[in-house]
C-alpha cells in the first residue's frame, strides 16, 4: 500500500465508536552513542474512514531517550479528517515522512508511531520503509 515491499506495519481501525482510544507501535532501543543529530524517515499511508466529526484522531511520532520511561513528541503531526471532504473516504499519501532530530545528548533512543483519538475512525495505517541516519 505505501509502494514499498512487504513486510510493512499496519495499525487498524479500534471497533468502537466513539470511544476514544491511544495506540502505539514502537521500536526497540536503538543505539545512537556518537551521535547528535539524527534523521528518522518513513513512508506512510492512511485510509481514512470519513465521518462528519473534524479531527476525531491525529497522528504523530514520538521520541524516547531514557529507555521508554517518557516520551516526547516531534514536530511531526496530522490529523487525516484535514484532507476529507466529509463524504468519501480520504487517503492520506504515501508519503515520506523526515524528522531531524539536533542536540541529542543520549546513548540511545526508541520511536514510537502513535495514533491517539477515535480510533474507529480511521480504516488503517500503513509504515513501511524506515530509516534513521546519524551525524556524528
Known sequence: ITGATAPELMLLYFD????????RVQTGQISITGYRSLQFSFKHYVDHWDSASPRTYELFVETSTDNGVTFKPTKWLIYPSD???????????PETVTIKLNGLKADSIKFTWVLNGVGYDIDCWYI??????GIQ
Open 16 to 23: 468502537s465508536p466513539g470511544e476514544n482510544v491511544t495506540m
Open 128 to 133: 513501511d520503509d524506515v530509516l534513521l541516519t
Open 83 to 93: 484532507y476529507s471532504d466529509g463524504v468519501n473516504d480520504t487517503y492520506v499519501g
